[in-house]
């Protein structure tokens, strides 16, 4: 099994979520020739032709010597990708190392849609990863199937935490999903405070520009503080809040208003549609 450094990489898809990963893995070094992404889609395919990775628009021609495979397409596509590629690997003796980053989509369907003809399966990983990979702190969530060796896996932890910071392997399937609610989608929920707070401010006159460098580099600062802090996110929450104070006072309106039940419903309605995505497209 070869390094992450000797492996030769290949996106199918070059999105939003392949581009982070890929600027991870050349800021860490990866060889840009050893990177081949088949993206449909002149605009992105450019933008990763300017990084300097190899570029097609031919799925089977991107995976075809491929020793990892990352299918990095939009869960309903997923299917039609795998067939394609699964076709495509029958002349192969040793088949890639999949790793799905599709939402939702199980192990069980990756494995079925991308059988060789002669009925051999690929050894796939499902990893969870989120955008933040783009500046080297991603957090991601990863399971593998039964067959995947332990060599395999940690080619797959070895590519993962050139991007991630956090890499949580789960025990069971399903908490995927669960990965996906909390960290897949969480940056968004994150850039969506910020947004708020950025307008919250600025209808209390501050200026645009005051306001984002403010509230940009608080929640900066805090996520620093969580990470670096041993204290628990409760007790820095604390430490901020003086008894009868500033920060009590919003973080009353917050409680008032039922803002853990409205993340408590959020996480569930993230990691619901992850799993119901999985049953529909499994079909
Ligand atoms: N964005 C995120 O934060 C995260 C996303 N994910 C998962 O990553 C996957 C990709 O998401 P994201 O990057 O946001 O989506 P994007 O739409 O940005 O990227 C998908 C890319 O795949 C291309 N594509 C479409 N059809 C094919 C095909 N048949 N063969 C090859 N490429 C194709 C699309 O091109 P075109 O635009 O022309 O259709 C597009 O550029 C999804 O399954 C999502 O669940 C996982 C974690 C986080
Ligand atoms: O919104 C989505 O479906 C994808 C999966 C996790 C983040 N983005």
Same mark, same amino acid.
């Given at each position: 099994?070869?390094?992450?450094?000797?492996? $030769?990489?290949?996106?199918?898809?070059?999105?939003?979520?392949? @581009?982070?990963?890929?600027?991870?893995?050349?800021?860490?070094?990866?060889?840009?020739?050893?990177?081949?992404?088949?993206?449909?889609?002149?605009?992105?395919?450019?933008?990763? =032709?300017?990084?300097?990775?190899?570029?097609?628009?031919?799925?089977?021609?991107?995976? =075809?010597?491929?020793?990892?495979?990352?299918?990095?397409?939009?869960?309903?596509?997923?299917?039609?990708?795998?067939? /394609?590629?699964?076709?495509?690997?029958?002349?192969?003796?040793? !088949?890639?190392?999949?790793?799905?980053?599709?939402?939702?989509?199980?192990?069980?369907?990756?494995?079925?849609? @991308?059988?060789?003809?002669?009925?051999?399966?690929?050894?796939?990983?499902?990893?969870?990863?989120?955008?933040?990979?783009?500046?080297?702190?991603?957090?991601?969530?990863?399971?593998?199937?039964?067959?995947?060796?332990?060599?395999?896996?940690?080619?797959?932890?070895?590519?993962?935490?050139?991007?991630?910071?956090?890499? /949580?392997?789960?025990?069971?399937?399903?908490?995927?999903?669960?990965?996906?609610?909390?960290?897949?989608?969480?940056?968004?929920?994150?850039?969506?405070?910020? /947004?708020? !707070?950025?307008?919250?401010?600025?209808?209390?006159? !501050?200026?645009?520009?005051?306001?984002?460098?403010?509230?940009?580099?608080?929640?900066?600062?805090?996520?620093?503080?969580?990470?670096?802090?041993?204290? /628990?996110?409760?007790?820095?929450?604390?430490?901020?809040?003086?008894?009868?104070?500033?920060?009590?006072?919003?973080?009353?309106?917050?409680?008032?208003?039922?803002?853990?039940?409205?993340?408590? $419903? =959020?996480? $569930?309605?993230?990691?619901?549609?992850?799993?119901? !995505?999985?049953?529909?497209?499994?079909?």
């Amino acid at each position: 099994m070869p390094s992450l450094q000797e492996s $030769k990489l290949a996106f199918i898809g070059g999105g939003n979520m392949a @581009s982070a990963i890929i600027g991870g893995l050349v800021s860490t070094g990866v060889d840009k020739q050893n990177i081949y992404v088949s993206e449909p889609w002149d605009v992105n395919r450019e933008k990763l =032709a300017a990084v300097g990775v190899r570029t097609t628009t031919v799925n089977t021609e991107a995976g =075809a010597d491929a020793d990892i495979v990352i299918i990095a397409v939009k869960p309903q596509v997923t299917k039609s990708v795998c067939e /394609e590629l699964g076709a495509s690997w029958s002349q192969r003796q040793t !088949l890639p190392v999949v790793v799905s980053i599709a939402a939702g989509i199980t192990l069980n369907s990756l494995q079925e849609w @991308s059988r060789t003809s002669d009925g051999r399966t690929a050894h796939v990983v499902r990893v969870m990863p989120n955008t933040p990979a783009l500046v080297g702190e991603g957090a991601s969530g990863a399971f593998a199937s039964a067959d995947v060796t332990a060599a395999e896996k940690e080619l797959v932890n070895s590519l993962l935490s050139s991007v991630s910071k956090a890499t /949580e392997w789960v025990d069971k399937e399903e908490l995927l999903d669960v990965v996906t609610g909390l960290s897949g989608s969480g940056p968004a929920y994150f850039f969506a405070m910020v /947004e708020h !707070l950025i307008s919250s401010a600025t209808a209390l006159g !501050l200026s645009q520009e005051q306001a984002t460098r403010l509230a940009t580099q608080t929640c900066l600062g805090a996520g620093k503080m969580l990470v670096d802090s041993s204290d /628990e996110p409760g007790q820095l929450r604390k430490n901020v809040t003086s008894p009868n104070g500033t920060t009590y006072a919003a973080l009353q309106t917050f409680e008032a208003l039922g803002f853990k039940e409205t993340v408590d $419903k =959020a996480v $569930k309605a993230a990691t619901s549609r992850a799993a119901e !995505l999985g049953n529909t497209l499994a079909k």
